[in-house]
């Protein structure tokens, strides 16, 4: 079973006055349910004071502290990223002061004092984001939250968001799980109109009740031509008839269950229709083989996604690479259009090969491939992880067998092994690598390569080694370096007794391919 969302927008026209109240109270519950379970507070018994305090209706009170439920796990799911990112700014802000220090780079625009001195307390800043972080985690708790958003948040104090607007940006959704016995969904139910002959959004009003019955709330809906069968698929019961015991033919409506979200943005109500689908594919563990003839190793970027088809055997067949440079620039709605396209194009070309499974990398250990300096590393890692998704959802749903490896040194091994062999460029190579790591297949060094790090690498290191043993005082940084040099060192030398990886991790540290020429890096 796997999760789709559809996006539809409310009329324009509509006069949604009724809503925005609505949204702006079971924003105010989803914030009093989300600081009461930091508090410590039993769900079962703060729903009933939701439902109470904010005069709404039992199946919006468990919403608004599920919704608070979720906030909390994502947050909770997200602290090992956010401390993996700031962990990386230090370790680049350490290795620029240290070259600052050492003389390897000058300032353009300021003093070298004015330079460390900025970097000294950016240093300072990003540590005490780090202990904070580390602090949660071992706590169980989380960071703090801002619903409306931090930036927002800042703008709001600076005078650029008005109190209205600031308002509006705290209560903007509204969010209603799926229910099959209740026609789909209890609170906001979409229906078809037959006399218009277009969709309608019902939603259940608690806070204007009649003969003690929340009145509904109706607005037109847009659905795009591509979304409209999904639609129709969804919230329309299907019929089944029977005979009754008095032979009497009846007729059963079954109806599927979707959940809908409710956000306000830019002057438009978007509508989020959230519904399972049936998948007949299967996610492998890192021990399960592949059972197929063909698979497809895949290499995963910002800007395209690169396939390798191989053969059981490990051979390979073809590469080819889907481009979606947008996912660079793009905001959040635009770039899952863009991860749910680019993943049909990918997967029809498996089906065009017969493909019977495909290995990507494993986001655990996933590190991001640095195309753009500019480019904000955590903005990298969320492009990254829908093109992953859109891959793995589409694959359980068309029959696929699916593998996740660490991709560690794939590069690195693409690179020095294959590219000149079949005349691949760095992204495809690595894709064959992936591939072939999910068959299980272990990739030995080249003779050609351990002869270069016997007799150019290792005679480097060790003159790097004595060069820093001859300094008089060496920094923590400089210290930790020169041990770093010996473990490399002492890896080349017993070359034989050691696994494949830790030579692939010296090559990584100490050679380059340039016009597929091995040259050696000057600083490792």
Not at 427 to 434: C, D, L, N, T
Request: some cysteine; proline content about 2%; hydrophobic content about 35%.
């Amino acid at each position: 079973m796997s999760k789709r969302t559809i996006q539809l927008v409310i009329d324009r026209t509509e006069d949604l006055t009724e809503l925005r109240k609505l949204s702006t109270i079971f924003g105010s519950a989803t914030r009093y349910a989300f600081n009461r379970l930091l508090e410590g507070e039993k769900p079962s018994d703060l729903i009933k004071k939701v439902n109470i305090k904010f005069d709404l209706n039992k199946r919006y009170a468990e919403d608004a502290v599920l919704k608070a439920q979720s906030i909390i796990s994502s947050q909770k799911a997200l602290l090992p990223l956010r401390i993996e990112e700031i962990q990386r700014k230090i370790a680049k802000t350490e290795r620029k002061l240290e070259d600052y220090r050492a003389g390897k780079k000058t300032p353009n625009k300021v003093s070298l004092e004015t330079c460390i001195k900025g970097l000294d307390s950016r240093l300072e800043t990003l540590r005490k984001k780090e202990n904070n972080l580390l602090l949660h985690q071992k706590n169980e708790t989380i960071p703090k939250v801002i619903f409306g958003g931090r930036k927002n948040f800042f703008r709001r104090m600076q005078g650029k968001i008005t109190n209205e607007g600031w308002k509006e940006l705290r209560s903007n959704t509204l969010y209603s799980r799926g229910d099959k016995s209740k026609k789909g969904n209890l609170n906001t139910r979409i229906v078809w109109d037959e006399e218009q002959a277009y969709f309608l959004l019902e939603v259940a009003n608690p806070l204007n009740k009649k003969n003690n019955r929340s009145e509904r709330l109706r607005y037109k809906l847009h659905t795009s031509d591509k979304r409209f069968s999904d639609v129709v698929n969804i919230v329309l019961p299907q019929e089944t008839s029977f005979q009754d015991s008095n032979g009497n033919i009846k007729t059963n409506e079954a109806y599927q269950p979707y959940t809908v979200e409710l956000k306000y943005k830019n002057g438009k109500w978007y509508v989020f229709l959230s519904y399972d689908i049936q998948t007949v594919g299967e996610e492998l563990t890192s021990k399960d083989k592949i059972d197929a003839d063909i698979i497809a190793g895949i290499d995963i970027n910002i800007d395209r996604i690169t396939v390798s088809i191989i053969t059981k055997q490990g051979r390979l067949l073809e590469t080819k690479t889907f481009y979606c440079h947008e996912m660079e620039y793009v905001r959040g709605n635009k770039r899952s259009n863009i991860a749910g396209e680019i993943a049909k194009e990918v997967i029809d070309y498996f089906l065009s090969w017969n493909v019977g499974g495909f290995v990507l990398e494993d986001l655990t250990f996933q590190q991001i491939h640095d195309t753009n300096k500019m480019l904000n590393r955590l903005t990298a890692n969320f492009a990254y992880r829908k093109l992953h998704h859109a891959l793995m959802t589409r694959g359980l749903k068309y029959g696929f067998k699916m593998k996740q490896v660490n991709p560690a040194y794939t590069s690195v091994i693409g690179r020095f092994k294959y590219s000149k062999m079949y005349g691949l460029s760095a992204h495809e190579a690595a894709s064959y690598v992936i591939g072939r790591r999910g068959l299980g297949f272990d990739e030995k060094i080249p003779r050609e390569l351990i002869k270069t790090l016997k007799e150019k690498v290792k005679s480097h290191l060790l003159q790097m080694i004595r060069s820093m043993e001859e300094s008089e005082k060496l920094g923590e940084t400089q210290t930790q370096k020169r041990n770093d040099l010996v473990v490399l060192r002492n890896n080349i030398q017993k070359f034989k007794e050691k696994p494949n990886w830790m030579l692939w991790n010296v090559i990584q540290k100490t050679l380059r391919m340039k016009n597929q020429e091995i040259l050696l890096l000057k600083e490792v």
